[in-house]
C-alpha cells in the first residue's frame, strides 16, 4: 500500500504559476505510476498527467499540454505537478494517484490523496 499527501495549492492570478506536490509513504514508491487528477465545482474528475513507474512514458491531457508539467524524485518518493500559465478553467481540487506497475492510462487508479485546491482568479 501506498499513502499520499498533496501540497502546494492555493490562489494564483492568470497567468501565473504553482507548483503541486505529491509526498508517498509506503514501500516501493518506484514499482507506482503516478498521476493528477483534477475536480472542479459541479463537474466530473478528470485526468491532468501521468508518469509511468519506469519513466518510459508521460501523458498530459490535452486542455493542460504545453502548460502543465509532471515529474518524479524516486530518492524522494514524491511526484510533482509544475502549472504555468494558468487559467480560471484549471481551478478545481487536484488530486494525485498511484497504480502499481501502471501502464500509464487515464484510469485504474488504486490509490488517492486528499486533495489540493488550486483556485486561479481572473
Known amino acids: 500500500q501506498v499513502q499520499l499527501v498533496e501540497s502546494g495549492g492555493g490562489l494564483v492570478q492568470a497567468g501565473g504559476s504553482l507548483r503541486l506536490s505529491c509526498a508517498a509513504s509506503?514501500?516501493?514508491?518506484?514499482?507506482?505510476?503516478m498521476g493528477w487528477f483534477r475536480q472542479a465545482p459541479g463537474k466530473e474528475r478528470e485526468f491532468v498527467a501521468c508518469?509511468?513507474?519506469?519513466?518510459?512514458?508521460?501523458r498530459y491531457a490535452d486542455s493542460v499540454k504545453g502548460r502543465f508539467t509532471i515529474s518524479r524524485d524516486n530518492a524522494k518518493n514524491t511526484v510533482y505537478l509544475q502549472m504555468n500559465s494558468l487559467k480560471p478553467e484549471d481551478t478545481a481540487v487536484y488530486y494525485c494517484?498511484?497504480?502499481?506497475w501502471g501502464s500509464g492510462t487515464t484510469s485504474g487508479y488504486d490509490y488517492w490523496g486528499q486533495g489540493t485546491q488550486v483556485t486561479v482568479s481572473s
Open positions: 509506503g514501500r516501493a514508491f518506484n514499482t507506482y505510476t
Open positions: 494517484a498511484a497504480d502499481q
Open positions: 508518469i509511468r513507474w519506469n519513466f518510459i512514458s508521460i
